[in-house]
Nanobody
Framework: EVQLQASGGGLVQAGGSLRLSCVAS????????IGWFRQVPGKEREGVSC????????YYADSVKGRFTASRDDAKNILYLQMNSLQPEDAAVYYC?????????WGQGTQVTVSS
């Protein structure tokens, strides 16, 4: 069974930082993409960042480019999202996800709240 466990969310003041983590287990595919999405009530789910394992490329939404950094620890199967200069518009439930030829998988999400 593939499991993705996201953590690290919380309440932060505007301009502050948080580091999200996603621990993946039960996943063995070699060709996949892993990344972060976020969603607020009443709005569409938004892609934040992804890492394409096939080519090593890392991609970011324009709204977070320059402020967020995605990275991974292959040995521990952990995906990170370092979020700096957080703004109220960044508040959302953040989900980690994997897309592979065998299917897509989602974590449970972690809440990020940004106060002004």
């Amino acid at each position: 069974e593939v499991q993705l466990q996201a953590s690290g969310g919380g309440l932060v003041q505007a301009g502050g930082s948080l580091r999200l983590s996603c621990v993946a287990s039960g996943f063995t595919d070699d060709d996949y993409a892993i990344g972060w999405f976020r969603q607020v009530p009443g709005k569409e789910r938004e892609g934040v960042s992804c890492i394409d394992i096939s080519d090593g490329g890392t991609y970011y939404a324009d709204s977070v480019k320059g402020r967020f950094t995605a990275s991974r620890d292959d040995a521990k199967n952990i995906l990170y999202l370092q979020m700096n200069s957080l703004q109220p518009e960044d508040a959302a439930v953040y989900y980690c996800a994997i897309q592979s030829p065998s299917g897509g998988y989602w974590g449970q999400g972690t809440q990020v709240t940004v106060s002004s």
